[in-house]
């Protein structure tokens, strides 16, 4: 089992520039998570999925889009990247709600110049 | 005021020494988790408990419920064992957790 895979691992982005985040995971989990971790700072929720066909907004929305494409791929969408976009982003899954364990990806490292 | 509070925020110890890292919530929890991320920036969940104690290999995680406080400890602490430790406290039929802000650990040789 891979677990929870991200692509890319690293990205370059230039301010307006888009780029779609991919994440997948194996283990039949029900409800994904996007993180995102700014240099020295904790995890802040950007979006999740309970379940397959729905999201709801986290902590740091704006700025942000979300699909849940499937029951195993759950993509983060930046439409215009600006610079206080720079910051490692985390994708997770858990087999249901917060009391389940939440299983991490490797994260990306995204800079916005 | 977080609703979630670790301490220390940083604790350097010699190699060798028991740790104890604690986390303190104000919020009616269904569980606890604790994750370790290592110096690469890669998360893995320790633990996730309820109540009482768990225990896995040379970490062992403590809960109590009324006075809403968890500790982690490590044994016989090695360098490999520096990481950030982060808890985070999660409520039932709840998707969010609510995240410390974790406690940057080195260990020296």
């Known amino acids: 089992n891979a677990g929870v895979t991200q692509t890319p691992k690293f990205q370059v982005l230039k301010t307006g520039q888009s780029m779609t985040l991919q994440c997948a995971q194996d283990?039949?989990?029900?409800?994904m998570y996007w993180y995102r971790q700014d240099p020295g700072m904790g995890l802040r929720l950007i979006y999740y999925?309970?379940?397959?066909?729905?999201?709801d907004k986290g902590e740091v929305p704006n700025g942000y889009n979300v699909s849940r494409l499937n029951k195993r791929e759950f993509s983060l969408r930046l439409e215009s990247a600006a610079p206080s976009q720079t910051s490692v982003y985390f994708c997770?899954?858990?087999?249901?709600?917060?009391?389940?364990?939440?299983?991490f990806g490797p994260g990306t490292r995204l800079t916005v110049t | 005021k977080n609703e979630v509070e670790q301490s220390p925020q940083n604790l350097t110890a010699q190699e060798g020494e028991f740790i104890t890292i604690n986390c303190s919530y104000s919020?009616?929890?269904?569980?606890l988790h604790w994750l370790q991320q290592h110096p690469g920036g890669g998360i893995v969940s320790l633990f996730m408990?309820?109540?009482?104690?768990k225990k896995h290999g040379r970490l062992i995680a403590t809960i109590n419920i009324q006075e809403k406080h968890s500790s982690l400890h490590i044994t016989a602490s090695h360098p490999r064992d520096s990481a950030v430790y982060i808890c985070?406290?999660?409520?039932?039929?709840?998707?969010?957790?609510?995240w410390g802000a974790g406690t940057k650990l080195i260990i020296k040789p």
């Open positions: 408990l309820s109540s009482g104690k």
């Open positions: 999925s309970a379940s397959e066909g729905t999201t």
């Open positions: 985070a406290a999660g409520m039932d039929s709840n998707y969010q957790l609510i």
């Open positions: 919020v009616g929890i269904s569980a």
């Open positions: 283990m039949n989990h029900n409800s």
């Open positions: 997770a899954s858990s087999e249901r709600w917060a009391v389940y364990e939440q299983y």
